[in-house]
């Protein structure tokens, strides 16, 4: 959370390097393989209200 604090609290940018580290932040405890990394698979993000949902799914391009 410093992190995002820090880039509102300094206007920074919201550029590619960014995201990928609050990407990396965020997915370092729940799948360190994929941290910092760009999906290698077309994936469906579904909302529902009470979650999100990522489906690994063949989807045209």
């Known amino acids: 959370m410093d992190y995002v604090e820090d880039i509102v609290d300094k ?4 550029t590619e390097s960014v ?4 990407h990396y932040i965020i997915l370092k405890t729940i799948n360190n393989e994929n941290a910092e990394r ?3 698979v077309n994936v469906l993000i579904y909302f529902d209200l ?3 949902k990522v489906l690994n799914r ?4």
């Open 19 to 22: 995201i990928k580290n609050l």
């Open 50 to 52: 009470l979650s999100v």
């Open 11 to 14: 206007n920074i940018d919201i």
């Open 38 to 40: 760009y999906r290698n």
């Open 58 to 61: 063949n989807l045209p391009d």
